[in-house]
């Protein structure tokens, strides 16, 4: 494993490996998803979750010997690769300071955003060794601020290898105060009388709006990495990460996919609501070529005030254009794309032309 200083110079490098990798005429549709146009941050010491398995596996993410060395990466890069590369979007808007009201038990380590569901499931997360007192460090790469870090531990006796994080879980460790826009945001933490396995829940509340993110960062306190990276020694829990999506009844509340009509002609487009709160939404469109192969693709997502996407180039309010990486389709191949748009999601429909 090599591990980067910097996150910045880690999402250069990545960006220029896809680079290479279209140089050289290979292309992967749906399964090689970019990282977020625009950053937003995470807690990146001890590694939140997501952070954690794009800084180890990014370089080689369809490797087959994930599923052995990092099994619950190898289980979230399967169930969403767009959350892994979108690490550091792992946020709800409009919260108004209700946390506990917003976000169920069992979601916390999504922040009750639906992308990421596979950080809520227990397992054999890779656990860093920390001292019972040490640093935290968030990165925010957009430089949005800090009205606050809020930082909780999980009580003695949650064992996170089978149980799912709920807020009685938790004991408020620390709350600081406010960081001006320049990270990283560094926090210091103290676990005295603590010791063995636990979980570090940190709520970041940015100061740019009321944007709420949520990290589960696995720590083992007093001893040593926990898993194999890095070299770390043997979980607690051999079990195997389970090979579906955890059951629905744990989800947020979601609007079932629009059924994608025949694709005939230049290509389709569905739209679904993936996630909703009050006053916005996040969107999933996915696009079907038609009977011929196209080389680009551009969706009109009616109804729609769209403020941030990725996997896709936002014109306008509500036109999301194919990237570089995923616009070339074959006859009947599929794309997806995100969004998180502003107002009600009832009536949202999805229009596609070939580009």
């Not at 892994?84 to 792992?90: A, C, E, H, I, S």
Request: include cysteine; aromatic fraction near 8%.
């Amino acid at each position: 494993m090599h591990v980067l200083n910097s996150v910045r110079v880690r999402a250069a490098v990545v960006l220029a490996a896809l680079a290479m990798i279209l140089s050289m005429g290979v292309v992967a549709i749906q399964t090689a998803a970019a990282p977020p146009a625009a950053a937003h941050g995470a807690v990146t010491d001890p590694p939140s979750r997501a952070w954690g398995c794009f800084d180890r596996w990014a370089d080689d993410w369809q490797s087959p010997a994930m599923a052995t060395a990092d099994p619950m990466c190898d289980y979230s890069w399967k169930q969403n690769p767009n959350a892994m590369w979108n690490w550091n979007g792992q946020l709800r808007d409009g919260l108004g300071g209700d946390y506990q009201g917003a976000v169920p038990d069992g979601q916390l380590c999504s922040a009750g955003n639906s992308m990421f569901n596979a950080m809520n499931t227990p397992g054999n997360w890779v656990a860093k060794g920390v001292s019972s007192n040490f640093k935290l460090t968030l990165t925010d790469g957009s430089d949005h601020g800090a009205d606050f870090l809020r930082i909780y531990v999980s009580k003695p006796g949650f064992d996170p290898t089978t149980q799912r994080l709920g807020w009685g879980n938790l004991d408020l460790v620390t709350q600081t105060g406010y960081y001006p826009a320049s990270d990283p945001y560094i926090a210091d933490v103290n676990l005295s009388g603590r010791s063995g396995r636990a979980v570090l829940f940190t709520i970041w509340q940015a100061s740019h709006n009321d944007q709420t993110y949520m990290f589960c960062s696995d720590i083992n306190i007093g001893g040593g990495d926990i898993g194999p990276w890095p070299g770390g020694g043997t979980p607690t829990n051999t079990s195997t990460p389970p090979a579906s999506t955890p059951p629905a009844s744990t989800l947020p509340a979601s609007t079932p996919p629009a059924s994608t009509p025949p694709a005939t002609g230049d290509c389709s487009a569905a739209v679904r609501v993936v996630n909703s709160w009050s006053g916005g939404y996040q969107g999933e469109v996915t696009v079907t070529a038609g009977a011929s192969a196209i080389r680009g693709w551009k969706v009109t997502v009616g109804g729609a005030t769209i403020t941030q996407a990725w996997n896709s180039t936002l014109s306008g309010s509500n036109t999301l254009t194919n990237t570089s990486w995923n616009g070339s389709l074959a006859a009947g191949g599929k794309a997806t794309a995100g969004f998180i748009a502003n107002g009600s999601s009832t009536g949202v429909t999805a229009t596609c032309a070939a580009a």
